[in-house]
């Protein structure tokens, strides 16, 4: 996630995000977007809901964005599993600050802000898995806005590559600066 990583910029596993058009096709380097490895034998396919501001107010995903890319079998499954991991954590996180720790600030809190607390709460018992996220980005990611798509590469050498495949996007940027429009 951008924001996530732009927050972790200068501590470590910073990603290089290129952010394309939404309606742009991807097309990528024919190497596994997490090993690197040479004509990986299938693809890895992520499902992403769509980001916004709204996201965090409402919880709930726009439109999902489906990007499929090059990755060998055994890391395919490995970016999945670390993305169900992932946001079976979040979920679990989430559901015990509502539950379980909720009750205890329940009443001293004005009725009319009770939505807000609780986010605020399930937000703040986050935290550490977003720290965690930071310092351990997954090789591939994928944002999805109404607009645009930012694609997040751990490797640097891959999402220059990547960058270079996708010129003829309307736009293509690179860590947030435009390269063509
Ligand atoms: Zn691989």
Redesign the pocket.
């Known amino acids: 996630m951008s924001l996530i990583s732009r927050m972790g910029n200068g501590i470590m596993a910073e990603s290089t995000d290129i952010n394309l058009p939404r309606a742009h096709q991807a097309r990528f380097p024919n190497r596994?977007?997490?090993?690197?490895?040479d004509n990986?034998a299938s693809h890895v396919k992520l499902v992403t809901g769509t980001l916004g501001w709204w996201t965090w107010l409402l919880w709930c995903w726009g439109k999902p964005f489906i990007v499929q890319a090059p990755?060998?079998r055994?890391?395919a499954w490995k970016l999945q599993a670390w993305r169900f991991i992932n946001l079976f954590m979040t979920i679990a996180i989430a559901l015990v600050a509502v539950w379980l720790v909720w009750p205890y600030f329940k009443d001293s809190v004005p009725r009319s802000l009770h939505a807000l607390a609780m986010m605020g709460l399930a937000l703040v018992c986050l935290l550490p898995q977003i720290v965690f996220e930071v310092f351990f980005a997954r090789p591939f990611d994928v944002t999805a806005y109404s607009e645009s798509v930012d694609y997040e590469f751990t490797s640097e050498d891959y999402a220059i590559d990547f960058a270079m495949l996708n010129l003829d996007a309307k736009h293509v940027k690179i860590n947030g600066e435009i390269v063509q429009s």
């Open positions: 596994c977007v997490v090993c690197s490895h990986p990755a060998c055994g890391c």
